[in-house]
């Protein structure tokens, strides 16, 4: 039986370490507070991130991370991307040898632009070949209320991919295996800045065009970019890649399209904050793809107006005249 340690018991971890326990795994869900871990293991529920959700008997939590991480086969990292590298210095003593490390994460971190597999070989110089990433259309709710998905398990070592996607296959969650890591980290965390677009204008009172429209010039941006750092063109049409990226921008359960909504409201950068304890990646990572994409020529224009919108004081209504009034172009 695979034995995995999940370090994250937020809303995406705590789903996938019941996704991996329906699988049959036995699974040692990790969360940084006491109270909480106390709570999950008294419960069989985290009430906090996933209320009404129960969690089957083969997911024990812990504040441990000693004790979670002893003897797993896998080791799931499902923590803000810009807390991993912290977290991660911590763990890191603690991880068995030769034990896969699955990134759920969708964000590039700031000040390196690295992608979270670079930050996790980096960290724990493990090879690339023993670093995994999970990405697709996964709102957390859905799949925990056991909603039909499909996800990408993306690693250069196709034995490790594969034993993942036995790892987690259950009737409700379907992963394919791709060897494009580059190509699924930049669609997860690229969406994640679309859908602040999208959020904005859904608040600005903008429809179902203004969506398409802004869908599918993301998915041009995420491309460009992608193609030039070493992804595959298909991967971006694929469920990391479109796939995530309409179910992010479409649907109200998105953390960053909610966000984006509520700017296109009125509210500030930091009112929303104070609104949530919940992470919307694309705020911080608009600035570290922008980066990205300065650093190797790529012309990001929405990723531009998003941060323009987070970090300059931008007003959303600007936003829009400065996209729409660009220098017209064939497609
Ligand atoms: N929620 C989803 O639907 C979903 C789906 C796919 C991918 N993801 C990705 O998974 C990652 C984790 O997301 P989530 O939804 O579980 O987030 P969340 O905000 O629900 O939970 C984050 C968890 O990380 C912990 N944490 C550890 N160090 C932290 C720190 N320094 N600052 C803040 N929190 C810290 C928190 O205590 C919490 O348990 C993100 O990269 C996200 O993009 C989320
Ligand atoms: O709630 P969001 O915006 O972080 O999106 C969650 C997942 O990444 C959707 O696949």
């Avoid at 803000?80 to 890191?92: C, E, I, Y």
């Avoid at 179910?247 to 998105?254: G, I, R, V």
Wanted: aromatic share 4%; net charge negative; with cysteine.
């Amino acid at each position: 039986m695979t034995r995995a340690a999940v370090l994250g018991a937020g809303s995406w971890g705590t789903t996938f370490a019941k996704v991996l326990a329906d699988a049959g795994c036995e699974v040692m869900l990790h969360a940084r507070r006491p109270e909480l871990a106390k709570s999950i293991a008294e419960d069989g529920e985290n009430r906090e991130y996933l209320p009404g959700i129960r969690l089957p008997a083969s997911v024990r939590a812990t504040a441990d991370a000693a004790e979670a991480l002893l003897d797993a086969d896998v080791v799931v990292l499902a923590v803000p991307s810009q807390s991993l590298r912290d977290n991660l210095t911590g763990w890191a003593p603690l991880l068995p040898a030769d034990a896969t490390l699955l990134s759920l994460m969708k964000g590039i971190e700031l000040g390196t632009t690295k992608r979270m597999s670079e930050v996790i070989c980096e960290v724990t110089g493990a090879g690339p070949d023993r670093v995994a990433v999970l990405s697709g259309p996964n709102l957390a709710r859905e799949i925990a209320e056991e909603q039909p998905a499909a996800t990408v398990i993306a690693c250069t070592d196709t034995a490790r991919a594969e034993a993942l996607q036995a790892a987690c296959h259950t009737p409700y969650f379907r992963p394919y295996t791709n060897p494009d890591v580059i190509g699924c980290e930049l669609g997860g965390a690229v969406k994640n800045v679309i859908a602040l677009a999208c959020g904005i204008a859904e608040g600005l009172g903008f429809g179902d065009n203004t969506r398409a429209s802004l869908i599918t010039r993301g998915l041009a941006e995420t491309a460009r970019l992608g193609l030039v750092l070493g992804g595959e063109l298909t991967t971006f049409a694929g469920l990391a890649g479109m796939g995530d990226l309409v179910a992010t921008c479409s649907s109200p359960l998105s953390r960053n399209r909610t966000f984006g909504e509520k700017l296109g409201r009125g509210m500030t950068v930091a009112q929303v904050q104070e609104s949530t304890r919940q992470t919307a990646e694309g705020v911080k990572s608009c600035r570290s793809v922008l980066d990205l994409a300065r650093a190797h020529d790529v012309y990001v224009p929405l990723t531009e107006a998003v941060v323009r919108v987070c970090h300059e004081g931008e007003a959303p209504a600007q936003m829009v005249k400065e996209i729409m009034s660009r220098e017209a172009k064939p497609e």
